[in-house]
């Protein structure tokens, strides 16, 4: 029901768009003093575009307006191929791709739900001439067992150079198995203004992840072997937890602007010479606030009931209930300096130099001052820690031009407590001619040299505690590919070189090594057209890990999208056609509620199962529609359907989505 409040009220919102379009301002070229009945019609125009570099690059991104890959719905597939999930759409997930393994770190606690927490050079801005919004929605049933996605965005100008908007994402899942629900939510207010002299970019978000943990099936054989079993409906198979859950609420903003000093006369061939900023000092203010809370309620009943194999070894503080919570507070300020590529007409390249600094507040739980018995909680002590960091660094770069593009780049972090802390990166792109052919060629890595997180070092709860003393990570990243986009063709690699590694072993606590590991991934994408309408998009990873109880991964990954694709009656494409996904036999990493990790573990192996998906895509004009049948291939071959320890996959169903743009 709320749900669909939330669409009528965007809807709403759409017809005054449509109202308040007569007064807005006109578009680029529009003439001003014109009769009403002489203006021409408005050309629906988007632009949009994220910010690179610290926000100091606007790089242009094509509105998604396509069919291709409408299907993949789920958030943890369209953002790594390869993958831990725990089989419910929007709950936590991790890659299983050296590509996509992260290299910076803040509030640890949300790296399992990087879909619901998002960072600002994911976010997009918008010009356009008319108002535009899109809504999409994604239903699976039964009702009783539903999910959905609602998505809302909607951006208008208020005149050529000014544009505010919002978005609103809501994944609202019962799941199908029990205790498996979750709410996600994120708001966006955003706005900005490109003046010839000025330009800010404002954002505020708010985002939620509300998650029962069940902690797993009890018994896999209840996969492996259904026909031994009554229990009807994937719903009826015991788990792990009822009632325990995870809640993480963000309120975050951010502010960059830039102000353009300077001016100078370059050459633009024969039409003559046009003025542009010699320099530009840019500032960003980035304020993020988090609450976690971790519960368990009926504690005391599910520990007896257990009969000494309760989940967790250790109850520290409180044997009634768990209320694990934490807050944590991030204030960075960045001011940069940057000369524009443009004005060095000597050198033809471009330099910025930065400085930053970064205060984070935790306020954690300390053990209580009176421990809780069976009947009676404990009284907990909370300390406030802050700690506080500063980091100088420069770039110079050339991102103009069609042929050869590159930077190379460092940063040192000269105070506080990451002092020692520093990164040194490069990267190149180039374009050439193979044949009749063009490929684009390109190379990035670094070197960083960074100190663990606060939480990896320092943690008190009601089942976990630790304090450790790591010293520095030392990763070395080198990573190329070429694409022959005639050819639909990609080839790429990744390597990760790393000395004292920080994982999560086998307790689920977090450790550091003295091996020096080594992490490999080969990638190759492949676009096959047969006959004009019979179409095989394929990726193929192949991975090395060094250290595999370290760093586990799949050797082999694949995924491959096969589909027929026509137009009927001139107006509506459709593909039809089945996605298959395959991951080779892994220890994949198991997963922990109480500190929403993935750690690893050597008592199963999964994989070694086709995934097969039946979907049907449709575009009508600006619509587009997805039906799709999940998880096609259920007990086909197997019941190995596990993502990992406990998680099974989601049994076969139907599900469904649409994806409306509007211009007016």
């Known amino acids: 029901m709320r749900t669909r409040l939330i669409l009528i009220s965007a809807l709403y919102a759409l017809s005054f768009s449509s109202f308040a379009q007569g007064r807005m301002s006109l578009p680029q070229g529009g003439e001003p003093g014109q009769e009403e009945g002489q203006r021409t019609e408005l050309v629906h125009k988007v632009r949009n575009w994220h910010l690179e570099d610290m926000g100091s690059r606007a790089d242009t991104v094509p509105v998604d307006t396509l069919s291709l890959g409408f299907q993949v719905h789920n958030h943890a597939y369209k953002r790594a191929m390869s993958n831990v999930q725990l089989g419910n759409i929007g709950a936590a997930w991790m890659p299983a791709m050296v590509s996509q393994m992260p290299l910076s770190r803040h509030f640890l606690f949300t790296e399992s739900y990087t879909h619901v927490f998002t960072q600002p050079e994911e976010w997009l801005y918008y010009n356009s001439t008319t108002p535009y919004t899109n809504l999409y929605y994604q239903y699976s049933g039964p009702k009783a067992r539903s999910e959905e996605v609602l998505g809302v965005l909607f951006s208008q100008n208020v005149n050529r150079k000014w544009n505010v908007g919002f978005s609103y994402d809501l994944t609202s899942s019962v799941g199908k198995y029990n205790a498996q629900k979750v709410d996600n939510r994120n708001f966006r207010v955003f706005s900005s203004y490109s003046g010839k002299v000025y330009e800010i970019y404002g954002n505020y978000i708010y985002s939620k992840a509300d998650h029962l943990e069940n902690g797993g099936i009890v018994d896999e054989d209840h996969i492996l072997n259904p026909e031994k079993y009554?229990?009807?409906?994937?719903?009826?198979?015991?788990?792990?937890?009822?009632?325990?859950?995870?809640?993480?609420?963000?309120?975050?903003?951010?502010?960059?602007?830039?102000?353009?000093?300077?001016?100078?006369?370059?050459?633009?061939?024969?039409?003559?010479?046009?003025?542009?900023?010699?320099?530009?000092?840019?500032?960003?203010?980035d304020i993020d606030r988090s609450r976690r809370l971790h519960r368990i309620d009926e504690l005391a009943r599910m520990y007896n009931e257990s009969e000494g194999n309760f989940f967790y070894s250790n109850i520290y503080a409180d044997t009634t209930m768990t209320r694990d919570s934490l807050y944590y507070t991030r204030v960075a300020n960045t001011v940069q300096l940057k000369f524009n590529e443009e004005a060095n007409t000597l050198l033809r390249f471009g330099l910025r130099a930065f400085i930053s600094n970064e205060i984070e507040t935790f306020r954690v739980q300390r053990p209580p001052v009176v421990t809780g018995t069976f009947t009676t909680a404990p009284e907990y002590l909370m300390e406030k820690l802050r700690y506080s960091t500063t980091f100088v660094g420069g770039q110079i770069f050339k991102n103009l031009g069609e042929t050869f593009r590159w930077n190379a780049g460092m940063?040192?972090?000269?105070?506080?407590?990451?002092?020692?802390?520093?990164?040194?990166?490069?990267?190149?792109?180039?374009?050439?001619?193979?044949?009749?052919?063009?490929?684009?060629?390109?190379?990035?890595?670094?070197?960083?040299?960074?100190?663990?997180?606060?939480?990896?070092?320092?943690?008190?709860?009601?089942?976990?505690?630790?304090?450790?003393?790591?010293?520095?990570?030392?990763?070395?990243?080198?990573a190329g590919g070429v694409s022959i986009p005639t050819r639909r063709l990609e080839l790429s690699a990744e390597g990760r070189f790393i000395n004292d590694y920080v994982f999560w072993n086998s307790e689920a606590l977090p450790e550091q090594t003295s091996s020096f590991i080594s992490l490999i991934e080969f990638r190759l994408y492949k676009h096959f057209i047969l006959a004009h309408r019979l179409h095989s998009r394929n990726t193929v990873l192949y991975q090395i890990s060094s250290h595999q109880e370290i760093v586990p991964l799949p050797e082999f990954s694949v995924f491959s999208s096969n589909y027929y694709e026509n137009t009927l009656f001139k107006v509506l494409l459709f593909q039809f056609g089945f996605d298959f996904r395959y991951n080779s036999l892994w220890y994949a990493p198991a997963y922990m509620p109480a500190l929403s990790r993935f750690y690893v573990q050597n008592e199963r192996k999964v994989g070694d199962y086709p995934y097969v998906d039946l979907f049907l895509n449709m575009q009508l004009k600006r619509a587009r529609i997805f039906i799709k049948l999940d998880h096609l291939s259920m007990g086909m071959t197997s019941n190995q359907y596990f993502h990992t320890v406990g998680y099974p996959a989601s049994p076969r169903s139907l599900r469904f989505g649409v994806s409306w743009n509007f211009y007016d």
């Open 230 to 285: 009554d229990w009807g409906r994937s719903n009826n198979i015991p788990v792990q937890f009822y009632t325990a859950s995870n809640r993480i609420d963000n309120n975050r903003l951010y502010i960059s602007q830039a102000l353009k000093i300077g001016k100078i006369a370059v050459s633009q061939g024969e039409s003559g010479k046009r003025q542009t900023p010699l320099a530009t000092v840019l500032h960003s203010l």
């Open 411 to 478: 940063r040192f972090y000269f105070q506080g407590y990451r002092v020692g802390d520093s990164e040194i990166t490069g990267a190149a792109e180039s374009s050439f001619r193979v044949g009749r052919d063009t490929a684009s060629v390109y190379a990035n890595g670094g070197i960083y040299l960074t100190s663990p997180s606060y939480f990896e070092e320092h943690y008190y709860s009601n089942h976990f505690r630790w304090d450790n003393d790591f010293g520095k990570v030392e990763t070395m990243r080198v």
